[in-house]
């Protein structure tokens, strides 16, 4: 994972492991004008051939994968991508009531 991202922040490591089953990629050949545009690469596969998530840096909380955290997540165990998403829209709530 990108160091600085958001992603980074939320697992807390460089490397992660996470299950798969799709049959969509991003074009590699399109990354630099995602990037001009501001989005952010912010983890690939292991080899580095795969994009697995982006994210916009100026917004509240935008993370998207090509992985599926609703597979390893549970009602006691949720995953980390699912706790960050909830603890950002539960602080936006407070900042709206204030």
Excluded at 37 to 57: C, W, Y
Aim: aromatic share 8%.
């Amino acid at each position: 994972l990108l160091e600085g991202s958001v992603a980074r922040n939320i697992y807390k490591k460089n490397i992660i492991t996470e299950r798969h089953r799709h049959r969509y990629e991003v074009n590699n050949q399109l990354i630099e004008k995602l990037e001009e545009a501001g989005l952010t690469v912010s983890g690939k596969s292991i080899d580095g051939s795969l994009v697995e998530m982006v994210e916009i840096k100026d917004h509240p909380w935008f993370v998207a994968c090509q992985f599926h955290p609703e597979f390893t997540s549970s009602p006691r165990d949720g995953h980390p991508l699912f706790e960050s998403f909830i603890s950002a829209a539960k602080e936006a709530h407070n900042l709206i009531l204030s």
